[in-house]
């Protein structure tokens, strides 16, 4: 996407470190929540607009419980109101764990001489994506750590092999990337490979704190990593992930930078983030952190409610760092993608890696192990629909969450109907024959609910389809 001269008019912000703490924290300690204000906030939000800092500060603010209550509720109503019941389920898949940085949150630390350094070879990457298929994944996510060996020409490489990988019925669709910032030619080359969404996650963003975390290597440079999307972008990657480690610093304040980054790309790239992620810091090998801005369940919940509000039109990361239980209950307020059969170890998919498993500890603890069947089930049984659709990237519809909030149908049209197919396919291929029931009832009554919106006994052919063998058809 190109530089909007309409939009960043005063001057080009493109590139420029774009966080100013003492504006933030201006906002923060200056704005007295008002009863009525938070109502209409809410109710802009509503509207389908994004929500200004000092809007964001506002909510964030309201702390009476019938208020929180409220913003709660709104981000449950946004969330039924535009994007309906639908889920989309990824998994991560770690390449390598080398790392040069010193991050004081995780296992991967360089200092931590613990833990044993791998990277999967093409051997051992082609048997992790295969047992992911064989789970019926369709979405990845590739991680590495940040070292030379992870290099442009390397990630490139190996999401090209993923790709590659067919086993069975299955295939992956779609790869995302969470890796270092890259330069802009780096970005080129991985782009070049067919990448989905390129994640990166300024963990905090306090310029200041974000010094005392980061000790060594090359993570340590704040601006130049808070800089990393904007190189994506001027280097064509238009589906860009942002998000904080939350619990390092005080959570209204990476809400808010996490909404100042979002204006920023709006105003410089006319395209605002595909997905923003609110990661919880875990438990890892040799964690190094004091605890005291740890993130209540409370306050979780309540900052994934004003997150949605304040970008509505983005997708929302829960991942399984979370329970099952806080899952089931954050999931409400609008959060779009979660990952299902999550392990975080190197080389923890494949049964024939399991040696290779035991030798190396994961990135940090995760607190839902539950399989990717076990989550299609629950998810299932609560009537949401879970999806595994890659339609929109395919065929070259980019900034897809803009579309599904703001073309009036899209949803029901395409990504409710491509959910189904999806569905359809996980069911036969995949489900154990007590999901597969369950399955198929949630399937007849969705298809109810779209007559009028999409040829509905055309969806009913293309599922007679896929029984009869064929796969991968979207609208
Ligand atoms: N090395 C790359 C980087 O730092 O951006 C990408 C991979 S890193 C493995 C992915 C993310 O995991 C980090 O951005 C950080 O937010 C998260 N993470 C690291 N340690 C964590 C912990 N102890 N608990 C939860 N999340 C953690
Ligand atoms: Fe390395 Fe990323 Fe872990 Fe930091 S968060 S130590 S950069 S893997």
Known sequence: MKFNPEKCRIKDERMQPFIDADEIWDLLHNTVPDRQKVKDIIARSLDKNRLTLAETAMLINATDTDLVEEIKEGARELKKRIYGNRIVLFAPLYIGNKCINNCRYCGFRASNKEAIRKTLSDEEIISEVAALEDNGHKRLILVYGEHPEYDPDYIAHTVRLTYEVKKGRGEIRRVNINAAPLEIEGFRKVKESGIGTYQIFQETYHPDVYKLYHLGGKKRDFAYRLTSLDRAQEAGIDDVGIGALFGLYDWRFEVMGLVRHTNHLEACYNVGPHTISFPRIQDASMLDFEGRYRVTDE???????????????????????ESPALRREVMQYGVSQIDGGTKLEIGAYAESLNELQNLNKEQFMINDSRSLNEIMDELISKEYLPSFCTACYR?????????????????????????????????????????????????????EQLRGFQDVDEIKRRIERIKAGERDLYF
């Not at 949605?308 to 760092?321: E, K, N």
């Not at 597969?436 to 007849?444: D, H, M, R, Y």
């Open 299 to 321: 306050d979780f919940a309540k900052l994934v409610a004003v997150l949605r509000l304040a970008v509505p039109y983005t997708g929302m990361i829960l991942t399984a760092r």
């Open 395 to 447: 065929l070259g519809r980019t900034g897809e969450h803009f579309m599904e909030f703001s073309v009036p149908g899209f949803i029901k049209r395409f990504c409710s109907s491509n959910a189904i197919l999806t569905l359809s396919e996980y069911l036969i291929d995949y489900a154990p024959p007590a999901t597969a029931e369950k399955g198929w009832k949630l399937i007849e009554g969705q298809l």
